[in-house]
């Protein structure tokens, strides 16, 4: 807790129109020859984005061959396809084309090729740590998980959705052309946008460390972010607002927005990632149905953050306690959800509450996946787990 840090962000951007022509020679720069495009259920076939980039390949005279199919939560066993791919064909580059999903099954295969002795899945089992990984990089099509330039992947087998963090599998590029995220649906925007404010917001409610800078930088991140979301609920084919959110979604997950701060609480993530788990969720939708219950839960162990959270971020005018002003910005942003058509319950997320046996089934899978507790802004432990799930559960 003394506000030291490291910011490790070796991730070439390059942003912009028509960036995503420039794949072929950014592949070529890291060293690559024999590429692996990976993508997802077809929006990218369906946008003609899959035939610029492999133009763009052939125009660099590369060898590549393709893998889509990749769903949101993206599954293991894909993952295992994509390394027998790769194996075959001699890749030595991985090129995700598409959001969160793509990019971590990408890392996930990236990994395996790295240390092919090992079954990948040990990294998300956490039995072993990476010490290797095969180059990866990144065209975005959606501004959400941040995994463009994170240091974390999300990967779904057995009824579990874990998540394995390593400076390896930062890509080397990625490629943020807004006019692609252009075809995205309002609730993937949405969805993609509270994730976004929710990377930061897990660095920002923190008992650590606080530093000016980051404070600063992470509540015009806030501001910027629900400005321009609000924007596209209403005007989906605002360039400019494409473009403000796009950068955000990196800036919000490479580590920014928590330099100095001893943040990292990350419990609505946690609890989201079980919901994701069992019923498959879309994840911002899943953080914004439980946010509201964890922060009136956990306020008032973070009370000064929460009172600078509802006065900095939210607009609100202090009231004549800190309790109340805290409580009157986290209402804020519930209400700011609600507004985008978020859920903010799990009846709303689930279209039905859930009974108390999933309760317990969801904390107790949440205490094994974080080793018993998590969080920072309030340590949780399984009980409290429940405890927040059975808040939302309305
Ligand atoms: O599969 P396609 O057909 O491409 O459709 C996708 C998918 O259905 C669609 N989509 C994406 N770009 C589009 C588009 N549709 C039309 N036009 C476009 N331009 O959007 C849907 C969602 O895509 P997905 O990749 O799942 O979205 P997101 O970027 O939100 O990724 C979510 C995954 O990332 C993980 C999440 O847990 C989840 O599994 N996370 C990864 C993180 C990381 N690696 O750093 C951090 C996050 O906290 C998160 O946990
Ligand atoms: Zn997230």
Known sequence: MNGDFTLYTPTKVVFGHKAEEKVGELVCAFGGSRVLIHYGGGSVVRSGLLDRVKASLE?????????GGVVPNPQLSKVYEGIELAKVNRV???LAVGGGSVIDSSKAIAYALGEPEYDVKELYEHTRTAKASYPLGAVLTIA??????????VISYEGKKRGYNSDLCRPRFAVMDPELTLTLPDYQT??????ILMH????????????????????GLLRTVMKNAAVLHRDPQNYQARAEVMWCSSLSHNGLTGCGNDGNDFASHRLEHE???LYDVTHGAGLTAVWPSWARYVYRNCLPRFVQFAVNVMGVVPAATDEE???LGIAAMENYFRSIGMPVTLSEL?????????IQTLAHNCALATGGKVGSAMVLYEADMANIYRMANK
Do not use: H, P, W
């Open 92 to 94: 030595d580059f991985i």
């Open 275 to 277: 919901l994701g788990a």
């Open 190 to 195: 949405c969805a993609g946008c509270s994730d």
């Open 59 to 67: 125009k660099a005279g590369l060898f590549y061959v393709e893998l």
């Open 200 to 219: 930061t917001m897990e660095r920002y409610f923190t008992n650590g460390s606080k530093m000016q800078i980051t404070d600063a930088l992470a509540e």
């Open 350 to 358: 689930l279209g039905r509450t859930v009974s108390e046996e999933e």
């Open 144 to 153: 959400a998980a941040g995994s463009e330039m994170s240091d974390s992947s």
């Open 325 to 327: 002003t805290a409580l």
